[in-house]
């Protein structure tokens, strides 16, 4: 999928594994993210908030603004963020 950017040198490969490197700007946004240094100490932050909340729905809701808030990966953000809260509502557990 993103192998054209990384032959183009647009993208690095080393870029598409894990955090964000750099910073990230959305175009149709106002928004912007937490600088991406501080990506890798919210995101234990993250899992632990939604580790505690026993609530299935309170955790959907809870997981799926803080994740776009973070906004932790270079792409790909709205697709996971999607995914995270069909399912997140549906578990008994509160593990992620």
């Given at each position: 999928m993103?192998?054209?950017?990384?032959?183009?040198?647009?993208?690095?490969?080393?870029?598409?594994?894990?955090?964000r490197n750099n910073p990230l700007y959305?175009?149709?946004s106002s928004y912007a993210p937490p600088r991406w240094e501080a990506v890798r100490d919210a995101m234990p932050t993250f899992f632990?908030?939604?580790?505690?909340?026993?609530?299935?729905s309170v955790r959907a809701v809870l997981g799926h603004w803080r994740f776009g808030y973070i906004h932790p990966y270079p792409d790909?953000?709205?697709?996971?963020?999607?995914?995270?809260?069909?399912?997140?509502?549906?578990?008994k557990s509160a593990s992620v």
């Open positions: 993103f192998q054209p950017f990384v032959t183009a040198g647009l993208l690095r490969a080393g870029d598409l594994a894990g955090y959305l175009r149709t632990d908030l939604l580790e505690k909340e026993p609530e299935p790909g953000n709205g697709r996971m963020n999607r995914n995270e809260g069909y399912t997140a509502g549906t578990r």
